[in-house]
């Protein structure tokens, strides 16, 4: 974990930019650590590595385009999806993950996906599989890159601003992170288990 931050820092823009429309939108993203990622490139912004401005305007409009090539895809690809076998890169359950997510709660998923590993990166593609109105895509897809980019990168920025040598708590800040991430992950897979019905 103490390579963290070097290894963002010879990634660059074009890494931390990379990597969050991967994330967002191809079905290969969903192991990718977007929420630390976020947070440490806020920090590096702090000491002045990243120009804060760019790096939200960058990620935010990553975020975006990954959603949008993911509702295209979703859309193109359509029921196939449910049916495609597993491989190393790609697991259907990820799939009727997002789908049963998208069923709950409708539109806002693709806001509130934003916040869930996993699901982010699927939620998307099942937009498109169920066809719905690019507009009101759009429109949730802006909303939520917005708001998780803007939120994770500046909790990072204001931290590493106000903590002095915040790079020592740098993993028990990056763990609490990713445990809180993936908190609504293991509430949908209980739940899941729960409506199941028993033979």
Sequence with gaps: MDTLLPLIEAAGYIGVFGIVFIESGLLVGFFLPGDTLL???????????????????????????????????????????????????FKKEHAFRAQHFFDRHGKKTIFLSRFIPIVRTFAPVVAGVGNMRYRTFLLFNVMGGAVWCFSLILAGYFLGTEIPNIDTYILPIVLGIFFLSFLPVIRQVVLARRETPKP
């Design 39 to 89: 947070f440490a490139a806020g920090l590096l912004a702090s000491k002045g590595f990243f120009n804060i401005v760019i790096l939200l305007i960058g990620t935010t409009v990553a975020a975006i385009a990954g959603d949008s090539v993911g509702y295209f895809i979703g859309k193109k690809i359509g029921p196939k999806l449910f049916t495609r076998e597993d491989s190393r890169f």
